[in-house]
């Protein structure tokens, strides 16, 4: 009896959707549920999500505002709470010093002030 070839195998998409995304798009789903009024307009781009002014990425719960090169993590929960209320800019703060969120120490300085510098000039390019 002959194995079955690799071609004969069952075909995994390759659009199954990312951890961050399906956290992001769960919640706006909440959201949604709890105030239909608000405007949830988002786009998905190749590598992160595009909200409001805000970059979320597609693999992990992470996010920071356009142009800003430090991300903080986030739940859904208080991602949730943030939205309803308007204020994710505070809760993007709060998060920065939250410990499950990157350190964003940078070893070469000068290597972190050009990087700032250039995401804060392209943000234009995120539009």
Known sequence: MMKESF??????????????????????????EIA????????????????????????????RPVG???WANYTEATLREAILNDSIDEYYKTMLGD?????????DKNKEVALKTYYADRKEYYS
Not at 7 to 32: A, D, H, I, W
Not at 36 to 62: C, G, H, M, Q
Not at 99 to 107: G, M
């Open 36 to 63: 239909p009024e608000k405007n949830l307009f988002w786009r998905e781009k190749n590598s992160y999500i595009l909200f409001k002014d805000y970059v979320f990425a597609r693999t992990k719960r992470r996010f």
């Open 99 to 107: 410990d499950r969120s990157p350190n964003n120490v940078w070893e």
């Open 68 to 70: 800003v090169l430090d």
């Open 7 to 32: 071609r004969s195998r069952p075909n995994f998409s390759s659009k199954r959707r990312p951890f961050g995304l399906m956290s992001l798009l769960k919640t706006l789903e909440q959201v949604k």
